[in-house]
């Protein structure tokens, strides 16, 4: 990577405040540096004192005045910023647009390296030929597909996109398929495959690893090319709704250093990531499941265990030497406290399964919330308000339909 373009102190710009946006510019509070944090509308997360919000075009439906807005902002900032993205979309198309926005911004990517990895079927073909351990899977571009492999399906099985873009937030919400779905029948997989095949019909079925929360790890790691020069290890502990992290811890585990490492030199990839696996029990090894080339959700674990691996990134990006970063003696956990919020709404509304006990078992341990914070408090109570007023409304409406009947 060449860093010799980015001075150091240069600025920061994020796009999409979800809670990933926030957490990026909590990290970066302590080097001083000028954040912006870009979105169409104004999320409670924007309201943090870490950054300066800026409103502007959504990219999906407006990309010519998005990247125009873009150019408005570097044109103010005078020097050229490091870009951030928090989806694997919006990371894919500031990417397909690098030519024009290179001038005002660094996005730290390359096309033919980000495709094998968001791409999850190259990557897993990648991945095989590389000997690291995957899940068995199969990659179906129409229908006819399903009936070719049929005999070989075993039960349950994953029905993932190959890319996370593939299923939009629209998609998810006409077809009621959110993320991926474990199928258990060719009935099943037939019924839910024709409900989202209308969208995108390239689709991953993948071989069901059993096992609990437990059983899933995350390497998360600055990789220079040839090596790791900073990472930690998450170990999930609750995820509401499946694949949706609320609750890590950080752990040790050197096999997932090897496999990872191995994998990102092969893939030629340099700069911040993190790498998902799951435990088989039968096969006695992790396998892979996905990796993101960005920040996540829950990436703040490291920096509250004295691993800012943010402000790392950074440092790396402009050149700098990246200190040395000691995990503190006592662990931490990482919790995303706006999930736990809904999940109380969830037992007093009485819907799914998680129980009291089974939140205050998640504090018992040392933890960070990753929203509230007594130094920057608006995005919690910005929440808070947004919260209630949702449910007072879908109450309203309850009560109006109820009326009607």
Partial sequence: MNTSVIESGAP??????????????????????????LDYSRSVYSFSNCLDFWKIP???????????????????????????????????????????????FYIPYEKAVLENIIDKWNLYITAKQAGIPVPVTYLVEQESDLNNIRSSLRYPMVMKPTRSADW??????????????????????????????VFNPRILLQEYINGDIECIKSYASI???????????GHKKLQKPEGISVAVDIT???????Y?????????????????????????????????????????????????????????????????????????????????????????MRRGNIRIKDIRSLYKVPAHNAVFDMHDP????????????????????????????
């Fill in 260 to 348: 990872s490492n191995k994998l990102l030199k092969i893939l030629n990839y340099c700069g911040l990531s993190e790498i998902e696996y799951k435990y088989d029990a039968t096969s006695g090894e992790y396998k892979l499941i996905e990796i993101n080339p960005r920040h996540w959700v829950w990436h703040q674990l490291g920096t509250v265990n004295g691993i800012n691996i943010t402000q790392a990134y950074y440092l790396y990006q402009t050149g700098k030497k990246i200190n040395n970063l000691h995990k503190k003696s006592q662990k931490i956990r990482w919790i995303d406290d706006s999930k736990i919020i809904m999940l109380f709404f969830d037992i007093a």
């Fill in 223 to 233: 990789f220079d090319g040839e090596c790791d020069l900073l990472s930690f290890v």
């Fill in 252 to 258: 040790e585990d050197g096999s997932l250093r090897d």
């Fill in 58 to 104: 959504n990219y999906i439906d407006e990309p010519e005045r998005f990247l125009q807005s873009l150019h408005e902002l570097g044109r103010e900032i005078g020097g050229r910023a490091i870009l951030y993205a928090t989806s694997d979309s919006l990371l894919e198309f500031l990417v397909d647009n690098k030519p024009q926005l290179d001038k005002e």
């Fill in 378 to 405: 608006l995005p919690m109570l910005a929440f808070i308000l947004d919260t209630m007023k949702d449910v007072i409304l879908r109450q309203l409406q309850r009560i109006a339909h109820l009326k009607l009947q």
């Fill in 12 to 37: 920061v710009v994020i796009i999409h405040m979800d809670i990933v946006g926030l957490t990026i510019a909590r990290d970066l509070y302590g080097l001083g540096v000028k954040v912006y944090g």
């Fill in 168 to 197: 939009s937030y629209d998609m998810c919400n006409k077809t009621k398929v959110f993320k991926l779905a474990i199928v258990s029948s060719f009935n099943e997989l037939y019924d839910i495959y024709n409900r989202v095949k």
